[in-house]
């Protein structure tokens, strides 16, 4: 049967709208059991060889839910030598049982259980035959066919190894999920959701029935344009080909792989949570066609926040750095269909093992925040037995967020923080006002560089495929002016309705306006779909052209005239405008745009549910989480488009305080903001009139009270506790200091120290200033601050900038006395350690490697800068 394009488009539409339409009412129950707390982070744990017992999976689940976890992502893996009799073949009897015993536990614990549906990456193992392997095509004797690719499942559990299955192929990915139909379905205990890692199978662009299916869907025989497909100089001919070709990749890769695991999976009473990136498709119907659509933050996305580190032997060149327009494509999709869960694998090699610091992570986890994400997934702990020497196993990629990390005792803060942003973020609805059309086909005119010479569209690298386009480079301009943006499929466009109140999508959240980037390609029926939400009265704006040509080769001038007919058509409608300065349109249709941004402030908006929430919003209340990831804005007076009464909230502190507000330009009020580098808050604008009388709170801002006060006085350090893993011998040292120094360089044994020390100081107030309330700056921390005054405690600085609040009246006329206990990380034990005990890089496939993956050797480290390394100040507080 031939598939005429609008049929082609209702296949992609096979989206579920309910995560639990195929489930049945005791499925959804049991499910219902294993959610654990989604606003708490959540972690993949290794299981490394399955070698695990249920005393130490109860032991482990109990430390994860007491250092504020919500739940735990299993993903079995290679296996640790030494070890081999303790392995348990995965799906086997005995491993369903610890399973079993892991999500009783979880729920005991108010943790949930997510499950890879396999082991390692991509799907596969032993039991996928010939038939199921994924393929790459080939020419023999002048015709297309398939051949195996003959790649392996990449680090699978011990006796898992095997072929990687046909992605494309529905009956391939059915034969493989069958397995878990006879052993995990049948297990009483279920996880909440089943996993699919980021598309990692090279090579593979082809299918048995590729032909068959590419004449189909497109409408003509592949083989009779040999010529063109093969065509390496990028003829009009081939760049059409290679359009269908590419088209057909992703409609196969949707209808093979996503639509029946999401089905499958629903009829078992699971979710899915899928990282579409790396595809070969539209991420945007990939990540669209989960319940829990995760993208992925690896490496350092090079922030310049002063005093941020970022490790100098991660190679950007090779592995790339995190970007938010990549992040969006799984925040957009959750937003237009209504998934309430967007989540991230999060600070994957973010820097060398034994070095990742709190203040390191929390600007990565601020960004995916920004970006949409609303359920952190760390990368990730790998299951240790509590009996194994420190550091324990290990996997090979950094970080570890497990037990024997060195900011384990402190991850608590971390997690404190991410789950009241998370709380905050996951009940309440996107708030964007633009559509930005994802023109994939002009993508595919351009050559791709990666194996098998498709478009694998990944995250590490957007400035190879994304950022050269017009549609990137629209949506960086966007970013930087304020919008709040999405983006939208060919195939998303066709499930958007108008109302009074702009283009309603699926979810029931609305935009005012489509915009379409300069364009080149596009599919006639895209232009039908847009000229019909025209007619209903929807604003669409093509950024200075129209489309020209139609996408695909066949009957290709027929339908290039087709275009150019709806585009004259669409242009004569009253709501659409072809724009020759596309950002004087938008502010002449009212879009609204935080100018603010400008100064690089990164920020979501969100609304409010209906009802007054948990959180205290009302149902008039528009939200932001702002994020100062730059090195521009400190304080000082903006303006919000949405107005009211304003008040900030801090995730950090957990306080909510109002702010100055003053009558500003054209309607809005401005608001004085305080974001230093490094610091994020919710602001929350509740419908009302905001009291410009507080003529006090303004005056406050232009003279605080007091000045500003550097600690002079000498220090004392004294090393009062190691690392309790770790077999390093004490250091019982001590030293008085006259100004503030890295500890590292007191003694050779303080070189190799991973443990807290104590700095303590007095600090002389002046009579009458001791009532005023101040924040306590302590410069550069190396790595995280536990601050008492006058025996007091004061709370603990872990990220940047590394400061508190000191109350009026906490500090006294006179002499007051303040320690800081400093802890560091584990890498300068690691020096030592690694010389001592090179035997606890025991594991098997790629073992133990170091951030440019070769093999890990700590022993030619030089010592990492540790302690209180100031200066230390006390500023008066202005609010």
């Known amino acids: 049967m031939k598939y005429s394009f609008p049929a082609a488009l209702l296949l992609l539409l096979g989206l579920h709208f309910s995560p639990v339409a195929c489930a049945q009412p005791q499925q959804v129950a049991q499910k219902q059991q294993a959610l654990g707390h989604t606003a708490r982070p959540w972690t993949y744990w290794w299981w490394m060889g399955n070698a695990v017992n249920e005393a130490d999976i109860t032991h482990q689940l109990e430390q994860f839910a007491k250092a504020g976890l919500g739940g735990v992502h299993i993903i079995p893996i290679y296996g640790v030598k030494g070890y081999e009799s303790k392995f348990i073949p995965f799906l086997s009897d005995k491993w369903l049982a610890v399973f079993g015993h892991t999500v009783r536990e979880g729920n005991r614990l108010g943790l949930g259980v997510d499950l890879t549906t396999g082991t390692g990456w991509p799907f596969g193992g032993p039991g996928v035959s010939t038939a199921m392997v994924a393929k790459e095509w080939k020419l023999v004797d002048g015709n297309l066919t398939a051949d195996p690719t003959k790649q392996q499942v990449k680090r699978p559990a011990p006796g898992a190894q095997g072929p990687v299955i046909d992605y494309f192929s529905k009956q391939a990915v059915e034969q493989y999920l069958h397995r878990f139909d006879s052993t995990l379905a049948h297990s009483p205990q279920q996880p909440r959701a089943v996993y699919n890692d980021s598309y990692e199978v090279y090579g593979a662009n082809w299918t048995d029935n590729f032909l068959a299916e590419f004449k189909a869907r497109r409408g003509y025989d592949l083989q009779s344009q040999l010529t063109a497909f093969l065509d390496t100089n990028q003829t009009e001919t081939s760049i059409l080909v290679h359009q269908d070709y590419h088209q057909t990749l992703s409609e196969l890769l949707l209808d093979g792989f996503a639509k029946p695991w999401d089905n499958w999976a629903h009829k078992a009473g699971y979710r899915t949570r899928n990282q579409a990136h790396g595809s070969p498709g539209n991420l945007i119907d990939l990540y669209a066609a989960a319940d829990i659509p995760e993208t992925e933050s690896f490496g350092s996305s090079r922030f310049p926040i002063p005093g941020l580190r970022v490790d100098a032997n991660y190679e950007v060149d090779r592995f790339g750095t995190p970007n938010p327009l990549a992040m969006k494509f799984a925040s957009s999709a959750a937003h237009l269909m209504g998934k309430p869960l967007v989540s991230s694998e999060t600070g994957t090699w973010l820097a060398n093992h034994f070095q ?283 303006s919000f488009s949405a107005t009211g009464l304003v008040s900030q909230y801090n995730p950090l502190t957990n306080l909510t305080t109002a702010l100055p507000v003053r009558k500003g330009k054209n309607g809005r009020n401005d608001v004085y903001l305080s974001l230093k580098p490094g610091q994020s808050c919710f602001i929350n604008v509740r419908s009302g009139t905001p009291d410009f009388a507080d003529v006090a709170a303004q005056q406050r801002l232009k003279n605080p009270t007091g000045t500003s006060i550097l600690l002079k006085n000498p220090w004392h350090i004294q090393f009062i506790r190691q690392n309790p893993e770790q077999a390093q011998p004490a250091l019982n040292l001590s030293a008085a200091l006259p100004t503030l120094a890295d500890w590292t360089t007191l003694s050779d044994s303080a070189g190799y120290f991973s443990g807290t020390a104590r700095y303590t100081t007095t600090v002389n107030i002046l009579a009458g200033t001791a009532t005023s309330s101040y924040n306590l700056d302590l410069g550069d921390v190396r790595e995280v601050a536990e601050v008492r005054l006058n025996g007091q405690p004061l709370g603990t600085a872990w990220c940047i900038p590394f400061q508190l609040t000191i109350p009026a009246n906490r500090l006294k006329a006179g002499e007051n006395q303040l320690e800081i206990d400093v802890t560091n990380l584990s890498a300068n034990y690691m020096r030592l350690y690694d010389r001592l005990n090179p035997g606890w890089k025991k594991f098997y496939d790629i073992n133990i490697v170091d951030i440019r993956y070769k093999p890990f050797d700590a022993t030619r480290w030089q010592a990492v800068p540790s302690g209180l390394l100031g200066p230390v100040t006390l500023i008066p507080s202005s609010l």
């Open 356 to 638: 990742v610091s709190l203040s390191q992570i929390k600007p990565q986890v601020d960004e995916l925040l920004a970006s949409g994400i609303n359920h952190i997934f760390y990368h990730g702990i790998p299951y240790s037995p509590p009996a194994e020497n420190w550091p324990g196993w290990s996997f090979y990629a950094s970080t570890n967020y497990g037990p024997t990390s060195h900011f384990w005792p402190h991850l608590p803060l971390l997690n404190q923080y991410i789950e009241r942003c998370q709380v905050r973020l996951q009940r309440s609805k996107p708030d964007n006002d633009v559509l930005v059309y994802f023109p994939i086909h002009d993508l595919w005119t351009t050559r791709a560089k990666s194996a098998g010479g498709i478009h694998q569209l990944e995250v590490h690298h957007v400035e190879r495929w994304l950022l050269p386009q017009p549609f990137g480079h629209l949506c960086e301009q966007l970013t930087e002016q304020g919008y709040a943006f999405d983006y939208v499929s060919d195939a998303l466009l066709t499930s958007l309705t108008v109302t009074k109140q702009g283009i309603r999508a699926v979810s029931g959240v609305t935009y005012q306006v489509i915009v379409v980037p300069r364009t080149t390609y596009i599919p006639p029926t895209t232009l039908r779909i847009l000229d019909k939400l025209a007619q209903q009265g929807a604003r669409i704006v093509f950024d200075g052209q129209l489309p020209q040509q139609a996408a695909g080769f066949y009957d290709h001038r027929a339908q290039t005239a087709t275009v150019q007919q709806l585009g004259q058509t669409l242009q004569k409608r009253p709501t659409v405008t072809v724009s020759a300065n596309l950002f004087e349109t938008l502010n002449n249709l009212g879009v609204r745009a935080e100018t603010w941004a400008a100064e690089g402030l990164s920020f979501i908006r969100k609304r409010q549910g209906s009802g007054l929430s948990k959180s205290g919003l009302s149902a008039d209340t528009t939200q932001y989480f702002i994020t100062n990831l730059g090195n521009r804005f400190k304080q000082g007076w903006i």
